[in-house]
């Protein structure tokens, strides 16, 4: 594999918690890390590409790297996904701490769509991460639970991925 699309191709979703560090990742991230232009194309937005490469060093369960980049990221996106570095470490209330900072963000509105025309919710409840990390919590149902962190994760680096490269949401 010899960039990070090959591994979302190929490597599994992550767990609900870290796992061991994806080795294989680690040559294609450290070139994303050192040329952002591989997510695809020039940076039109320096924060948002590096909410990508805080999310991508997430995906593959190299934490360290991931909240290095997360929590100098002083912004929504950081602050998002500093909390689901959190929520998979297994630390919850610092993830809520980190999803109040958030406010509402942008894709919940998404997320929440995508939730109930699958019908892993109901019409009408929205989605928060804040209340899906207490989910975790409790391990309610971990099938529905990597379903749904899978939703999340990939429609919020989409986000940050479009205005990284300039594309409309």
């Known amino acids: 594999m010899n960039n990070w699309r090959e591994m ?3 490597l599994p979703s992550p767990g609900l918690a870290f796992g061991a560090p994806r080795i294989e990742a680690l040559a294609p991230l450290k070139a994303l890390a050192n040329d952002l232009t591989l997510l695809g194309g ?4 320096k924060p948002a590409a590096m909410a990508c490469l805080s999310a991508l060093w997430l995906r593959f369960d190299h934490f360290d790297n991931s909240h290095s980049i997360s929590q100098d990221l002083e912004n929504q996106d950081g602050s998002y996904w500093h909390g689901i570095a959190h929520r ?3 630390d919850f ?10 406010g509402k963000h942008r894709v919940e509105a998404t ?6 025309n699958k019908e ?3 019409k009408g409840n929205n989605f928060s991460p804040s209340v899906f990390t207490r989910m975790v919590e409790r391990r309610e149902d971990e099938i529905t639970l990597l379903d749904i962190q899978e939703i999340e ?3 919020l680096f989409e986000d940050c991925l479009h205005r990284a490269l300039g594309r409309a949401t």
């Open 93 to 102: 209330a610092n993830a809520c701490y980190w999803f109040r900072r958030v």
């Open 88 to 90: 998979r470490e297994g």
């Open 42 to 45: 020039p940076i039109h937005d």
């Open 120 to 122: 892993m919710v109901s």
């Open 8 to 10: 979302m191709d190929f």
């Open 153 to 155: 994760w990939r429609i």
């Open 111 to 116: 997320i929440s769509s995508v939730l109930q």
